[in-house]
């Protein structure tokens, strides 16, 4: 059994993807040095956290005996030193949901590491976001929600499970072991780019320079491809509820916006984002989080927002999204006709 189960529960969009990316391009290093990277690859951890999400609570169906889960506790269960499992979907789970997990690592010290950003930064990114999740509500009307958790579409309801890091925080902290949390702030701009992995490693108990860097970025979508997937997320839901597509995730999220659209040339107009409120929203968090007393490894001042340089959908001009449009569209056809086997003969 091992030493140490280390949770990664979040938050979203605080380098979790380049942590991620880091433990799994280094697992060999990694378990050198004590420390499992459990799952061939880090999909069997989100498949994991799904089916431990989904299963084995009150009123749902068994777990699977033999499932994604448990295949994952049981590598954990033969690991002598610290594994980590990394995996936003845990973030919002409740104290139930959190001994559930505790009681399946009975000999070992279960252990939770919250990252988190400041909102100034992440206001703007969860909106980006959810533009790739099938997202109809538009920024203004976005931001407006987010103070009254008001919004017929959901989406501020998901953005505070996965914000509300004084809440998220306590709720762990309580469900495990005094001490068992910690919070990792994301360093500001400008920081050195290896200092989130280096606060992250000291959490693990690791030498953070045995490993490398190099791995590959999750960068984000800019503003006007942002806006040509809202109004094609308007088509698809036309009612702002319904069902998207069984096709959405894997081509329009994945093969065209996330492996596309993030990468496409002469992008750069971003999305910016200065708000008294969140500002204030900001300081209310880092008091509450002070007043918790919770290991931070980082600064809880970088959880001030700042203002985030950048336009705003009104100064984008329609052919900047119509340019972002014929890109998707390239994206889209080339990568069809690859997948149809289309050669340039038969294309003729």
Request: with cysteine.
């Amino acid at each position: 059994m091992a030493q140490r189960v280390v949770l990664h529960i979040g938050t979203m969009k605080s380098g979790t993807s380049f942590l991620q990316n880091v433990l799994g391009e280094n697992k060999a290093e990694l378990a050198e040095r004590g420390v499992l990277f459990p799952g061939r690859r880090w999909r069997r951890q989100v498949r994991a956290v799904r089916e431990l999400i989904a299963y084995g609570g009150p009123g749902q169906p068994p777990m699977p005996p033999a499932g994604y889960w448990q295949q994952l506790v049981d590598e954990i269960r033969a690991w002598p030193g610290t594994a980590v499992v990394s995996m936003e979907y845990l973030a919002p789970r409740d104290e139930r949901q959190i001994q559930r997990i505790r009681k399946t690592f009975p000999e070992s010290r279960v252990e939770a590491v919250l990252t988190c950003r400041d909102l100034g930064r992440n206001v703007p990114a969860m909106w980006l976001e959810s533009m790739q999740n099938g997202g109809v509500t538009g920024w203004e009307d976005y931001v407006a929600a987010l103070g009254t958790r008001k919004d017929g579409t959901e989406s501020t309801a998901r953005f505070w499970r996965h914000q509300d890091v004084p809440t998220i925080a306590s709720r762990w902290a309580k469900a495990l072991d005094k001490g068992a949390l910690s919070l990792v702030t994301v360093p500001p701009p400008g920081a050195p780019g290896d200092l989130l992995w280096r606060r992250f490693a000291e959490v693990l108990g690791t030498d953070p320079d045995a490993v490398g860097l190099d791995v590959r970025s999750n960068p984000s979508i800019d503003l006007p491809s942002a806006l040509l997937l809202l109004e094609l997320n308007r088509r698809f839901r036309p009612d702002g509820k319904g069902d998207l597509p069984p096709f959405y995730d894997r081509l329009v999220k994945h093969q065209v916006a996330k492996r596309g659209l993030s990468l496409r040339e002469g992008g750069g107009q971003r999305l910016g984002y200065d708000d008294p409120w969140v500002r204030a929203k900001g300081e209310e968090q880092v008091t509450r989080l002070r007043k918790a007393r919770h290991r931070v490894v980082g600064d809880l001042d970088e959880l001030r927002p700042v203002p985030v340089p950048g336009l705003q959908p009104a100064d984008v001009p329609a052919e900047d999204v119509l340019r972002a449009a014929v890109d998707a569209l390239e994206i889209a056809l080339s990568r069809w006709s690859r997948s149809r086997g289309l050669t340039e003969g038969e294309q003729r």
